[in-house]
Nanobody, 121 residues
Framework: QVQLVESGGGLVQPGVSLRLSCAAS????????MGWYRQAPGKQRELVAV???????SYIDSVKGRFTISRDNAKNTVFLQMNSLKPEDTAVYFC???????????????WGQGTQVTVSS
């Protein structure tokens, strides 16, 4: 069994910062890519940022220069530092990991339960 547990969401005013964390635990052999998705009301889930096992990163255009994704491989944890938050960043943020299970050595996608981020004055 593998679990992804997120933390760090909340209600903030525009312009401030938040840091999301996601820790993976369980029968993990190796974690490949980790990332953050978000889903706003009435919209499709979108990929916000992704980081490879080697540390390469990619972002959607709307968050470039404001968000930073990082990971601690020793702790199987991924972070999303969100600065200069805007109302349009309001969404449920989901952690994602593509990893190899220690149970059967198969690669699968795993998701966290989601954490709400609301940016409002």
């Amino acid at each position: 069994q593998v679990q992804l547990v997120e933390s760090g969401g909340g209600l903030v005013q525009p312009g401030v910062s938040l840091r999301l964390s996601c820790a993976a635990s369980g029968s993990i052999f190796r974690i490949n890519a980790m990332g953050w998705y978000r889903q706003a009301p009435g919209k499709q889930r979108e990929l916000v940022a992704v980081i490879s096992s080697g540390g390469s990163t990619s972002y959607i255009d709307s968050v470039k220069g404001r968000f930073t994704i990082s990971r601690d491989n020793a702790k199987n944890t991924v972070f999303l530092q969100m600065n200069s938050l805007k109302p349009e960043d309001t969404a449920v943020y989901f952690c994602h990991a593509r990893l190899v299970s220690q149970d059967d050595y198969k690669t699968r996608n795993y998701w966290g339960q989601g954490t709400q981020v609301t940016v409002s004055s």
